[in-house]
């Protein structure tokens, strides 16, 4: 099995890349931002406690979207591995996903972050916000306020994968293709 953890800040080019890893490597793409904007749009309750959170750009609480994903992962049993692109995103996320993988015998297997300066990332947001309909994407100060949950509750989790000795960094910036490139050129050098 190959579990790949995505890694990096909002607009950092995640679900793009994900979407080419999943066909590259046949893995099943789990997108926790995804999976929340789905139960907004069926108006479900948590879609509706999601929403109030990340409306303003802050990260919704540890635990509903810590059921959310094991809850996923346990729905598709034969898959040959996942793609976690946006989860883990805090130590408790991070230590829940460890648990709950060893407990069904798997394991991460790498951690790639997509690395890129603030400035870039505000603008493809700011541009993404034009066309996604994304509240969050549609105001810099809300922009702002998820590289802050960023800065202080995900940026802590590159030691925490550095001392597991899973992390490992790609240049974020570029076309498309050169950075699934460098991606590609990365992961195959791990398996
Ligand atoms: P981006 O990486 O551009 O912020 P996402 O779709 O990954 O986009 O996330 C959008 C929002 O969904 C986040 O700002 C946060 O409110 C919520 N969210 C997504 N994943 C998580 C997570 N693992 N933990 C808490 N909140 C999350």
Redesign the pocket.
Known sequence: MINLVLFGK??AG??TQAAFLKSQYQLFHI????L??HHIQGATELGKL?KS??DK????P?QV?IDMLEETVTKNPDVKGFIF??????TA?AEALDAFLSGRSMGITATVALEADDDVLVDR?INRGKTSGRV?DQDETKIRN?FE?YNNKTAPLKSFYIDQGKFHSVNGIGSVEEITNRLTALIDGLL
């Open positions: 909002p607009g995640k679900g997108s926790t931002g995804d929340f904007r999601a959170f990340m750009g802050d990260l919704v540890d979207t692109d946006g989860f883990p995103r805090t996320q947001l969050d998820r949950e």
